[in-house]
């Protein structure tokens, strides 16, 4: 028997990694987005804002059972002051006082519920009590109020200590001191000592000589 002519056996060329097939570039998309917004979503969670920091004293405030009304009610009139100041222009809030003071707080809530609502135990808290109701109200305006606020981060960066003040001042002085030594060189300040003996001699041999 005559073999059969048979040709030998050739494998494929493996398959090339690259370029990746079209799920593995979705995969890598997905991942890349979600993690730009975990970034994102940490970052804002730790951003300290004004409106963080006055919720986090108004619920201290409402909490202590050791303040009475009264003391509750300056804190918290004190602490939407504070607020106010701090996420708007100081020349829009230093001067109001009163009635307008109250009606300048319901411009974040488009309801006039300080001017005509629970708000007024702010203005008329001198003139009548103040009861627990009144309060808990109150505090829940100032909740909604604070969390109306624009959102103002607070800077980390710190101002200058007294100390460092006092470090830099010597520093000016000396930036001054060369002035302090621009004087005639005439002058004894700027001579030495074998220069005042030489003019002595020489005033006292010019004496002799016109003698």
């Not at 300056?74 to 602490?79: D, M, P, V």
Request: aromatic share 6%; net charge positive; charged share 25%.
């Amino acid at each position: 028997m005559q073999p059969l002519p048979l040709r030998d056996i050739h494998l494929p060329e493996p398959v090339s990694w690259w370029p990746p097939a079209i799920g593995w570039w979705i995969v890598l998309a997905a991942t890349l987005l979600l993690t730009a917004a975990a970034i994102w979503l940490v970052r804002r969670r730790r951003r300290v804002t004004v409106a963080k920091l006055a919720l986090r004293e108004l619920n201290a405030l409402q909490t202590d059972s050791t303040l009475g009304m009264t003391e509750k009610l300056r804190r918290l009139s004190a602490l939407l002051r504070r607020a106010s100041l701090s996420a708007h222009p100081r020349e829009e809030v230093a001067g109001l006082t009163g009635e307008a003071w109250l009606e300048w707080l319901d411009g974040p809530l488009k309801t006039p519920r300080f001017s005509q609502g629970a708000g007024r135990a702010l203005l008329d808290a001198p003139y009548r009590p103040v009861g627990e109701a009144d309060m808990d109200s109150l505090v829940a305006l100032c909740r909604d109020w604070l969390k109306a606020l624009p959102e103002t981060v607070v800077s980390s960066r710190k101002k200058p200590t007294p100390t460092r003040e006092l470090v830099q001042k010597p520093t000016a002085r000396s930036d001054s001191a060369p002035a302090m030594l621009n004087v005639p060189p005439c002058t004894p300040a700027l001579l030495g000592t074998d220069s005042n003996r030489s003019r002595r001699f020489m005033h006292k041999l010019r004496s002799v000589l016109k003698s």
